[in-house]
């Protein structure tokens, strides 16, 4: 039997809806499993704003550096979001969370559904296929950088600065992940422009040498942007820094045809944070519209990082039958929908007994699923 103990910050919106779907389902790979996972919730976001005027409170704080792992939903609100002079933001709680757990690497998948391709805006045969990897730098660059302004106000500055060491460690994750795969790593940078960026280019060619079987290239931001649109099967595993990660994984997030497909994982030397790169979608909140299926892949990351990788397995083929039988919420099945519960029940129903092939659709809808 494995133990581990797994912090949930169920967040604000849309994301305890999410979360409590991506918690039942590993209930029930627990069960399946006879592992034991203790999952407890706390605040982080505006929810905690509201409630202690912190975004991250230290209660949270020291549960996420005691844990195996952490789950998170989603952040944000409106009175936040649309207030510029806000002097706390939930965003702060997030950034700082990152900061203080030493997650330094995003890892974004994106992957192309057979049976989904319909909804993304580009064409079938542009994205076909479409299976890639982005490594982002999470707690460095122009978002960590000194920022302020002059004293008259009328100019502002954000700096960018990267280390040889901050650039190193996320490499060498991104050359395995590459070895791994198909054998292919992309450094997107803006070399010819910046120093930053001609530093991680040079960083990254002499670490080539030490993982021959991997071949890399080098694309400018500007380019691999377009390269992402019109020919997102090129691509294999893409590194790159804070901010040009940040606009290329949301970028490539149409190909899916839905955020609500994509999972993602920041990971640091030992605690790792799993969260779907949805927003917190507050026009949805309370109205079982959500989709759930980014959170519980993002579950079957957290499960490969606990180096469960059969139980992560089963998830995503548990994920892939409710593709295949049309069980989605309304932005991916507008003419019979279910809702977000209805999902979560589904995927955690063939999870805690994938032999059984027959399902009952009126179980499932009703959230009457024999593991309810």
Request: charged share 25%; glycine share 8%.
């Amino acid at each position: 039997m494995v133990s581990k103990k797994i912090a949930v910050l169920p967040g604000d919106g849309i994301g305890p809806e999410v979360c409590r779907q991506a918690v039942k389902v590993l209930e029930a790979v627990a069960g399946r499993f006879g592992h034991r996972f203790d999952m407890q919730s706390y605040l982080m976001g505006a929810c905690a704003i509201d409630a202690t005027g912190n975004p991250l409170p230290d209660e949270t704080l020291d549960a996420c550096r005691a844990a195996d792992a952490v789950l998170l939903g989603a952040i944000g609100d409106p009175k936040y979001d649309h207030d510029p002079t806000a002097k706390v933001r939930p965003e702060q709680g997030l950034l700082r969370l990152r900061k203080s757990l030493g997650l330094f690497a995003n890892i974004r998948p994106v992957t192309a559904y057979s049976v989904l391709l319909e909804h993304s805006p580009l064409k079938r045969e542009r994205i076909e296929g479409t299976d890639l990897l982005i490594f982002r730098e999470l707690t460095g660059g122009i978002y960590f950088g000194d920022k302020g302004r002059t004293a008259d106000g009328e100019a502002a500055y954000d700096h960018c600065t990267y280390s040889r060491p901050e650039i190193e460690r996320i490499a060498h994750l991104a050359f395995r992940a590459a070895a791994g795969r198909r054998q292919k790593l992309t450094l997107v940078d803006k070399a010819n422009v910046l120093e930053t960026s001609r530093l991680w280019r040079e960083v990254v060619r002499e670490m080539a040498a030490e993982y021959p079987e991997v071949a890399v290239d080098y694309l400018f931001v500007d380019n691999a942007a377009m390269q992402v649109i019109l020919s997102p099967t090129q691509f294999d595993v893409i590194l790159t820094e804070n901010m040009f990660g940040d606009i290329i994984s949301d970028e490539a997030s149409v190909i899916a045809g839905s955020l609500g497909l994509l999972p993602s994982a920041s990971v640091g030397e030992r605690v790792a944070l799993f969260e779907p790169i949805h927003g917190s979608y507050p026009q949805a909140k309370g109205k079982g519209i959500a989709n759930p299926i980014a959170t519980i892949l993002s579950a079957a990351m957290l499960l490969e990082h606990l180096e469960l990788d059969a139980e992560a397995a089963l998830v995503r083929e548990a994920v892939d039958e409710a593709l295949h039988n049309g069980v989605l919420t309304k932005e991916l099945n507008p003419t019979a929908p279910y809702t977000t519960e209805e999902v979560g029940n589904y995927i955690a129903f063939w999870i805690a007994d994938s032999n059984e092939k027959q399902w009952n659709k009126n179980n499932v809808e009703i959230g009457l699923s024999t593991i309810i």
